[in-house]
């Protein structure tokens, strides 16, 4: 047996000549691409590439060195096309955005509509994104809220999209890619839950309890554990809840809503604090139908889908690595009509005026289907 030093002197010579071949394939790619400016030809050709990966790896008979071929040889094409990208953006060909910069955001005599009645999480991140404005209103879903972006009855409409325990709102993500609007901002708020009854009523009187289905999940535990006796029923919002208790002013029904339904509702608070998590936020987006974005913009949200593939999302992910680009979010939805195929949803850091952005882009558009950016913000 040779001595563990000696055997690694000889990988290290291997390694060198392996660099070398590495660093002449990466000039070959520059004449590649070159070639596919000239002749208006995409980068990716996933048919070659497979065929290429096949004849590289034929009459390997052990299976884990065949494997490791393939994932050698598919990154190093990768790594390619990513140097072929950078190419094209040097050229100025890296495809262009619809999406328009500005300085700021208008406001002003702008109408917006959040889901619920007054009371409801919505139009309390609706206030604290815009303030006080004097033209809004409430609707009775999430739905009608982006009818409302797309009609033009509604500028801006505030929904949620993610909830720090009971996770996010699949519903609005699958209203993102419905109708063409745009992320523009968001709001973050912390949630606390009360339980509401009527002014004459005790706990030991509640049998019913009324709030949104996200709404029980977060008090999940309380209902669970404390309270098991409370049948829960699920309503379109939790203000919706405290205006139903109020409405029919019957003492065995509560309702979980925020303290601000107290007030506005006239029921009395039989307890606070009722979420499973104390430190409870909701993430809620703003978004518009004109495709606008501030020059100062920190975060990208996009979509996209691909292929029933082995690899195709860890390859896809791969540039946002490459261009040195940090994701904070990725959720999957399954595609209607298309059984066990998956559109994604990402969030990344970035400006859409930058080119580690644009060329991450660029890649993205040649090796993923149906790719839409849903907002700079």
């Not at 619809?98 to 009371?119: A, M």
Request: negative net charge.
């Amino acid at each position: 047996m040779r001595d563990l030093k000696e055997v690694r002197q000889d990988i290290d010579r291997i390694d060198k000549e392996i660099l070398k071949l590495y660093e002449e394939r990466m000039v070959l790619a520059e004449e590649v691409a070159a070639y596919k400016i000239e002749n208006h030809k995409a980068i990716y050709d996933r048919i070659r590439e497979e065929k290429k990966l096949e004849k590289l790896s034929d009459g390997i008979e052990d299976d884990l060195l065949k494997q490791g071929v393939i994932e050698l040889f598919e990154q190093i094409m990768s790594s390619n096309r990513k140097k072929q990208y950078r190419i094209l953006a040097e050229h100025g060909l890296v495809g262009k955005s619809n999406f328009t910069p500005v300085d700021k955001l208008d406001f002003s005599e702008k109408n917006i509509v959040y889901q619920g009645v007054p009371g409801a999480y919505s139009q309390a991140a609706m206030v604290a994104f815009f303030g006080l404005p004097e033209q809004a209103y409430p609707v009775d879903t999430w739905r009608e809220a982006m009818v409302a972006i797309r009609t033009g009855m509604a500028d801006y409409a505030v929904l949620p999209i993610e909830n720090s325990t009971a996770g996010v709102v699949y519903e609005n993500y699958d209203l993102l890619m419905e109708y063409d609007v745009s992320i523009v901002g968001e709001q973050i708020i912390p949630i606390s839950h009360c339980l509401l009854g009527t002014k004459d009523a005790k706990i030991s009187d509640i049998k019913t309890v009324y709030s949104h289905p996200q709404a029980l999940m977060q008090c999940s535990d309380y209902l669970r554990l404390s309270h098991p006796e409370f049948s829960a029923v699920a309503l379109d919002n939790t203000a919706m809840s405290a205006k139903k208790v109020m409405d029919e002013n019957d003492k065995t029904q509560a309702a979980i809503a925020g303290k601000i339904n107290a007030e506005i509702y006239g029921l009395k608070i039989l307890d606070e604090n009722i979420q499973n998590d104390k430190n409870n936020e909701t993430r809620f987006i703003i978004v518009s139908g004109e495709k606008l974005y501030k020059k100062d913009a920190g975060t990208i949200s996009l979509c996209f889908e691909l292929s029933n593939d082995k690899g195709t999302l860890y390859h896809t992910l791969s540039h946002f690595i490459f261009n040195g680009l940090s994701m904070s979010r990725i959720e999957s939805r399954p595609i209607k009509g298309r059984n066990w195929e998956y559109r994604f949803f990402i969030d990344f850091e970035g400006n859409l005026m930058e080119e580690a952005v644009q060329n991450a882009l660029r890649g993205l558009q040649e090796e993923t289907n149906k790719l839409r950016i849903l907002g700079n913000y």
